[in-house]
């Protein structure tokens, strides 16, 4: 609520001099008053520091009447709350209804009657004063709660890829992996929204969630053995078996996650079927269950791409790098076997951005 002098500040707005002159007269000691002669000086007035905190407008004005004066400034963010009384001659219902409808606060009939007048500019002050306070709290609300609601995502951000980061440090040669493989899938997801089949599920939200979602692919690993997850050469049948389990102890991990937190959480949700699937094939010769097709979950399909793009161009323990044609080549001739054939064509889409992003957070960062 705006001051000045200690006075809250009214704007009066008629188009006859003797009636400024008279509702001055009746407002001056116990208020600051701004007169405006029409309504495009209303309009000029209203925007003046101390904004008013109350308006008596005339509705019989030439050019520009009170109704639109009222509908302008109801419109407008700056004075749409503040309260307008209509000072008229008009009694009709319809004419009253028309100015409430509009968003007047109120109708005082002329000849204005001091005491009436002055009651109700007092009532509607009040009020104003009430529902100013209600703003406030709410946006202080708002406010804290867009504040604590920012703080619980970045602590869940943080508890990800402390997770995440947790599994990779037990495969010393993956460096940036996680990284590069969240922003693959990211890009493989705003690349199959352009397709029609694809642009419902893929919402910006549930892009987010897969953002959010992909570094636990891998949080199994944490489970499986160093002789195992570590070892130069290739593995047994027997130790390639242990390292599949990978997929299901991570799943496992955040199915009791789920459960301890009593609730669904999208990302989550999202997580598992990641964890879980990534390493299923279109061809249903992929594990832990042999999923065919469509059976897997589509995040799953993305990271498969994602995951086994950065595999074939990173440094492991038992093999060097591969270029980025090479490896491009072999996920485009996995099509159909290997992958999801809508996922490999979003792909070939999208592959200078993966050489983009494995070229920014390379091995050396």
Not at 52 to 61: G, K, Q, R
Not at 250 to 266: F, I, M
Not at 308 to 332: F, G, Q, T, W
Request: aromatic share 6%.
């Amino acid at each position: 609520m705006n001051t000045h002098n200690e006075k809250l500040t009214i704007l009066v707005v008629d188009d006859i001099s003797e009636n400024l002159v008279l509702m001055h007269g009746l407002l001056k000691d116990d208020y600051h008053v701004r007169l405006a002669k029409n309504g495009e000086k209303a309009l000029e007035a209203v925007m003046v520091e101390p904004i008013p905190d109350l308006i008596l407008l005339d509705i019989m004005m030439p050019e520009m009447d009170g109704y639109e004066v009222c509908q302008r400034m109801k419109k407008h963010p700056i004075t749409e709350h503040i309260p307008i009384i209509f000072l008229t001659a008009k009694v009709q219902d319809e004419d009253e209804k028309k100015g409430l409808d509009l968003g007047a606060s109120d109708y005082i009939t002329k000849p204005i009657s001091p005491s009436i007048l002055l009651s109700r500019v007092a009532n509607h002050l009040k009020l104003k004063k009430y529902e100013d306070f209600l703003r406030d709290q709410n946006a202080f609300l708002e406010s804290e709660v867009a504040r604590r609601t920012a703080d619980i995502a970045a602590i869940q951000d943080v508890t990800i890829l402390a997770l995440s980061s947790l599994a990779e440090t037990r495969d010393t040669d993956t460096g940036n992996h996680i990284r590069r493989t969240q922003i693959y899938v990211k890009l493989l997801a705003q690349e199959l929204r352009k397709n029609e089949q694809f642009t419902a599920q893929f919402t910006d939200e549930y892009i987010a969630t897969l953002f959010k979602s992909a570094p636990l692919h891998d949080l199994g690993k944490v489970g499986i053995p160093d002789k195992i997850l570590l070892k130069p050469g290739k593995l047994t049948e027997d130790e390639f078996n242990i390292m599949k389990t990978h997929t299901t102890l991570g799943c496992e991990a955040l199915s009791r996650a789920e459960e301890l937190l009593g609730t669904k959480v999208a990302f989550l949700s999202c997580a598992k079927e990641i964890a879980l699937s990534h390493q299923e094939k279109w061809d249903g010769s992929g594990y832990p269950s042999g999923l065919v097709g469509d059976q897997i979950p589509l995040a799953a399909r993305l990271m498969a791409v994602a995951d086994v793009y950065d595999a074939l161009i990173s440094r492991r323990v038992y093999k060097d790098p591969m270029s980025h044609e090479k490896a491009s080549s072999i996920i485009i001739q996995g099509r159909g076997t290997h992958f999801d054939p809508d996922v490999v064509a979003a792909f070939k889409n999208v592959q200078n951005a993966f050489l983009e992003t494995a070229q920014l957070y390379d091995e050396k960062d």
